[in-house]
Structures are given as C-alpha cells and as structure tokens.
C-alpha cells in the first residue's frame, strides 16, 4: 500500500538512548506464551508443486518465492521488481491463461515520463524584509508541479484545521492567499499535530501557498527525507507550496504571535519566491503491469470483465543493514502502524526493556536474529496480494467451467510510486473500458492478528484483527449492490469473515480508499471493493517477511474473493452503479 513518504527507523544492534518524547505505551501485547517466537522461525521455506485449489501450502511456497531476498524489495524500476513481473508472467502462461497484455504478451509498458526535482536553495522567500530560512523556519514539499508565484502575496492566518475543517477560513477566502495553519488534528504517521496534506491542499487548492506549523515536533531523519531530490512525473498546471514552518517562523509571517492570532487576520506580505531545478529522469528498468486473461464461457457475456488485482512491487532496499530483530522488537513494542506510525524514541526504561528481549532472542537463536538486514522484502505489501491473484488465477484456470463474464487478472506496477501502473491501465485498458463491470483489489491480505493494530476509527482510536477479520473498502461507495453482494457471498459460502468498514468512513485521516490500485478504477466510474487485513508493526518495514504471514488466513480471504468473483461474473446483469460517478481526473478524496 502506497505511502507519501517512507519513514525509517535507524535501530542499530541494540537501541540507543534518546532524549526525546517517550514513545507511546503499547496497545497490545503479543501472546503471552512466547511474545518473541516468530523471531525463531525459519527464513527459508521448501517450495512444493502448486495445485489447483486455494490453499495455506500453494500460498506459502509462492510468497516465499516472491519475497524472498533475490528480489531486492522489487522496487519499481529495478531489476527485482523486473525479476517479480516475470516470475508472474511466467506462472500465469503456465496455467493456460492468455496474454493480455500488449503486442500479444503479458506485459503493459507504463510510459511514465519522470523528472527529477530539486529544491533551489538559491530561492529567497521574505516577510517584512526578513528572511525566511529553509529547513530552519520552514520545510517545503514538493507538489511535483510548478509553483504559484509568491512575490508581493499577502499572508492569512487560516486558524486551527480540525477533524472537519470547521475552524479554518473558507476556500474562497484562501483563494490568492498565503495560509498559516495550526492543527490538532495528527495524521497516523505524521509528527504531532500535522494533519493530511492532501486533504489539507484539497481544501486550499486555489490558494499561492499553504504553512502549517509544527516543525519543531519532526525528528531530524524526517527533516533529511523531505530535502532529497524526488523523482516523479510532471503534474501540469501549477500548485500551491506546502510547507512546514516552525512556530516563530509562523509569528513573523503573520506580524503577531500564532497564539494570537485570530482566523482570517491578515499578516505580512512576501517577497520572492520558491523554485525546483527539474530536469529529466530515467529509472532503470522499465515498468511494466502483467495482463492475463481468463475467456468467459457465455458468447453474450465473455466480452464483459471481472479485474482482480493487486501490485507488484515494493519500495526495495535502504543503503545501510540493520539488526532485524531490534526493528522487529522496537515496532511490536512501540510502533504498531510500521510506517503509518511515527519513529518511536525511547526513554531508559524502554531501552532497558528492549536490550533485554533481545539478550534472551539472540541466546535462544545462536545469534541469528541478529542477522543484518536492509531488504524491504514486502511479504504482506503486496507480496500478499499479488501471489493471492496468482493463487485465483490457477484457481479458475483449472475450473471445469468457467464463470460467464471473462476474469481479468491485473498485477499492477509502481503502486508505492503513486499508483503509477493502475493509473496507466485505468486510462489506457487493454480491454474497452466501459466493459469493466468491477475491480476487485487485494493489497496486504496476510496478516489481522488480534495483536496486529491493523489501523485506527476516524476518530483514531486503535483496531485489531482477529478470526475472520477483513477491511472492506469502497464497496459500497458506487455500486450498493456489490457491497451487498460480498456480504452475501460472505454468508451463502460460509466463508467466515468478519467485515471491518472502520477505515471506509469519509473524511478518514489515514485516506485507505485512496491508497491502494482500486482507487484509479473508481475514478472512471468503475465498481470497486477493497480487501484487506489492514497495518500492523511490520508495514513498510524491513521486517514485512514471509515467516510472518498468516497463510491460513490469506487462504480464507481468496476462498472468499474467489467465490465473490464468480458471482459478480455470472450474474444476469452488470452491478449496477446507484451512486454518483467522479471526475476521473480531480484528486481522490475519501
């Protein structure tokens, strides 16, 4: 599941002391028999010949296959992710699905033109004849588009950005303006009190720039993430700059303290203005989805389509190794969300209570939990997905008679990137798109543990798996039908499954619905449902490893996709869409 910025947790063999804010107390502990014993599982797996049905083995030996260390995280653009979309390719010509891809293959190039980007340092930005210092008084995020000009814009307090906005000044009265806000609103994964940024821009889109304050609360490895170059394609148009600004910074652009300040109060005006160096980029190695089609069986219908999908990659390596077990034990102590959760820093006690865990670990391992590790190798992110979609494919493949509506299986690129490879497909399909009749996503299906913390309510109070336990996303945001119809399959089936619709609340601040391939399909007016067993401490971590999965349950959740599938494929009519269809280019909300 795609984030807009990787957080790294720098553990070293035992955790140092920090100085800072206690991490948060843990919500949950592991079972009480042996808290640490996934750290004592085996690494490797024995791969075993795949069978026709859906089961717990197949699963296993294909994720072990998929994510393992050779693949290099399959980062889009590098040669792991190229070694990942031929193993796929591979497996789905072996059983007896048709390419469906371009020129008669499995492959669909993603052409993305991409454009390295570069904050100027050169740029002066001033209120009042002073100057503003980057990185000091403020951190400046890159909208990946050129910048509203800022020279001689008037400054606004826009006031407190809350869970529904209510506290801050209209659009209209943003329009033009240069905006400073403060927050009590924390976005899951952010610094305290730093709201979404996209949901932020969203409000103020028509706006020259956007200051939200806060800097003083971000950790210094967040503060270097946000100055490297990035590399994305060229949004057209221009944007406002969003940027972090500390609270004295705030003071100087409004002309009175920020707990002063009253919303809608006029501050200073700018001078200069912000700029990128852009210049054109290149990754490595080419992008590609992976198509294969499986032929419906009714002549009337075989030219409608049922897409499963999920993604095949993941976000690759980082340049330094580090000790898995201290970033497995930190995270399932103090970090729950993985990267939807802050970097902890720990106080004496919490160190203490780590070294300790990992004494006992490494004794009981000979040392080997220890082992340095800088490979991302997305197990359940979205190795999960993507051999769950294998897994359905022979599934189908081997079915005496096929569903009436013909299943196309779509593996999607550079999902981590931005939603590159569905974005691609949803625009330029290689079927007609109105003969779309739903997509189904399966994106991190291998964990919902009752310890796993698998995301938060709206209103951020903590959510745990459990038996059965599956997010449906979306599925009822276009088509009430297809929602209902899971629920109903669900039960006919005895499937088994307990629905959590928790993270599908609008205005949710962890945005699910927009994060994930579907997303790009229910732009074009295209029913859509989301599964998944949610986060947990491993997200985007080095530790999201095979020995990890609940592969019981990830047979549970495709037992079931596989049966939703074949009812959506044979009913007697398309789901019908009773909610209003968006624009397929404005940016996704939930």
Known sequence: MTRSARLLLAASLFIPAAAAAQAKKPAAKAPAADPWAALLLPTKHTPMPTTAAITAADLKTRLFLFADDSMQGREAGTAGNVKGVEYIASEAKRF??????????????????????????????????????????????????????????????????????????????????????????????????????????ARFREAAGVAVVGLEGFPDSLKTLYQQPIVTPQVGGAAPIYMYVTAEAAGRLLGVPVANATRGAAGGTLGGNLRYSVEPASLAQPLRNVVALLPGSDPALRNEYVIIGAHNDHIGMQPTGEAHDSVYVVNHLFRHGGADDAPPQLNAAQQAEVNRILADVRKRSHGKSARRDSIYNGADDDGSGSVSVLELAQ????????????????????????????????????????????????????????????????????????????????????????????????????????????????????????????????????????????????????????????????????????????????????????????????????
């Open 96 to 201: 007896g699905l048709l390419p469906a891809g371009q020129d008669g293959t499995y492959f669909q190039t993603v052409p993305v033109p991409l454009f390295k980007r570069s904050f100027d340092v050169s740029a002066t930005l001033s209120v009042g004849g002073r100057a503003l210092t980057p990185w000091v008084d403020f951190l400046p995020r890159d909208p990946a588009a050129a910048i509203r000009p800022l020279d001689g814009v008037g400054v606004i307090y826009g006031g407190v950005w809350t869970a529904d906005a209510s506290s801050t000044i209209s659009a209209a009265d943003a329009a033009g303006k240069f905006v400073v806000l403060t927050s009590t609103v924390t976005t899951p994964g952010n610094p305290p009190n730093i709201p979404s940024r996209p949901e932020v821009t």
């Open 395 to 590: 599934y189908f493949a081997a079915q005496p008679i096929k569903p009436k509506r013909s299943i196309l299986f779509v593996w999607h690129v550079a999902e981590e990137k931005g939603l590159w490879g569905s974005a691609w497909f949803a625009e330029h399909p290689t079927v007609p798109r109105e003969n779309i009749v739903a997509e189904l996503n399966m994106d991190m299906v291998g964990r919902g543990a009752a310890t796993d913390q698998s995301g938060n309510t709206k209103e951020g109070k903590p959510v745990f798996g459990g038996p059965g336990y599956l997010q449906a996303v979306g599925s009822r945001r276009l088509s009430t039908e297809l929602g209902d119809l899971a629920e109903a399959v669900n039960k006919s089936g005895k499937h088994g499954i307990k629905f959590d619709y928790s993270m599908d609340a609008n205005g949710h601040p962890q945005n699910i619905y927009c994060r994930s391939d579907h997303a790009e399909y229910a732009k074009w007016g295209i029913p859509i449902a989301f599964f998944t067993t949610g986060g947990h401490a491993d997200y985007h971590q080095l530790t999201d490893e095979p020995q990890y999965i609940d592969y019981n349950r990830m047979a549970q959740v495709d037992n079931f996709v596989a049966d939703l599938a074949k009812h959506v494929a044979n009913l007697d009519h398309r789901v019908v869409v009773d909610h209003a269809k968006p624009d397929p280019h404005a940016q996704c909300v939930q």
